[in-house]
């Protein structure tokens, strides 16, 4: 049984560390190399940071472990929250959560929570039926996400944005750099692809063979798969805290990170968990 929890502590920390030093670092040169906003950076490390909770939990599904996996939305969104809000206070940037598009996201943020907790409580059943809903409320936080920060954030900001990029302009369409990025993001999933298939032969192992409550392997890996968005909610703002004035971009970057990471989390890769369940189990 110690064996077991060693071997899953080891494979998790792999994965955080590939994700943490390897993955979101890549990600986010690609993203400096294609010149994009700290809106759309930040949506890419969402992306990022949310492949440690697709793996896990697209291993937990094939294993049969569907409760797992509903856990692990809950414990990784509901971290990535207090993560967020911690990285916040430490980068002494609170007076930004005024802004009336970073409000709604951090609501909507909250309703992502929420959902799962309601489904566990209420014993909702996740089967296939709850995949096209959840892929239109997908769609519907993206198109509120993308409307707010049209509607509110200011015009001074969006003139902010042009000038650093105008600034960054020599990075833009370098296209060895670009492929360079994309060759080493392939690599890096394929790796990780294969660790995740070692975790999953453990959680297994410690579910079926040790009487290890689902509840608590759920939590473990919402715990461990939060870690990267961590890193990159600090990292958003300490890149933009440099300048007063980009102070708000850097809290852009790191809403939608948070945003972008729980949303992908329930809607889509607990869809993708409920198809492969529904398949295999």
């Known amino acids: 049984m ?85 990285s916040v ?13 970073i409000k709604i996201d951090l609501i ?6 929420i959902l799962p907790v309601l489904f566990v409580v209420f014993k909702i059943e996740l089967n296939l039926g709850m995949v096209p809903i959840f892929l239109i409320l997908y769609i519907l936080f993206l198109y509120l996400n993308t409307n707010v920060h049209k509607l509110y954030l200011s015009r001074q900001d ?23 990025y994309i060759f080493y993001l392939l690599s890096i999933g394929c790796l ?18 040790f009487g290890i409550l689902q509840i608590i392997i759920g939590i473990l890996l919402g715990f461990i798969t939060s870690i990267p968005e ?9 890149h933009y805290n440099k300048k007063k004035e980009q102070v708000i971009l850097g809290m852009v970057e790191a809403t939608n990170n948070l945003f972008t990471s729980n949303i992908l989390n329930l809607f889509i890769i607990q869809s993708i968990g409920i198809v492969i369940y529904s398949i295999f189990s």
């Open 2 to 86: 110690i064996i077991e929890f060693i071997k899953l502590v080891f494979y998790a920390g792999v994965i955080v560390i590939i994700s943490k030093y390897i993955l979101v670092t890549t990600l986010r040169k690609l993203a400096e190399n294609l010149n994009l906003k700290p809106k759309t950076v930040g949506n890419i490390a969402g992306y990022a940071t949310s492949i440690p909770e697709l793996l896990t939990i697209g291993i937990s599904s094939f294993s049969g472990l569907i409760s797992a996996s509903i856990i692990n939305v809950i414990s990784s969104n509901i971290i990535n929250f207090i993560q967020y809000i911690i």
């Open 230 to 238: 961590l890193i990159t909610f600090f990292e958003s703002q300490r």
């Open 108 to 113: 909507l943020v909250i309703i992502t929570i």
């Open 192 to 209: 990780l692809f294969f660790i995740s298939k070692l975790l999953g032969n453990t959680l297994e192992n410690l579910c079926n063979y």
């Open 158 to 180: 969006s003139i902010l944005e042009r000038k650093i990029e105008k600034e960054e302009k020599w990075e833009k369409n370098n296209r060895k750099k670009t492929i360079k």
């Open 89 to 101: 206070l430490l980068n002494k940037n609170q007076k930004t959560l005024g802004n009336k598009a």
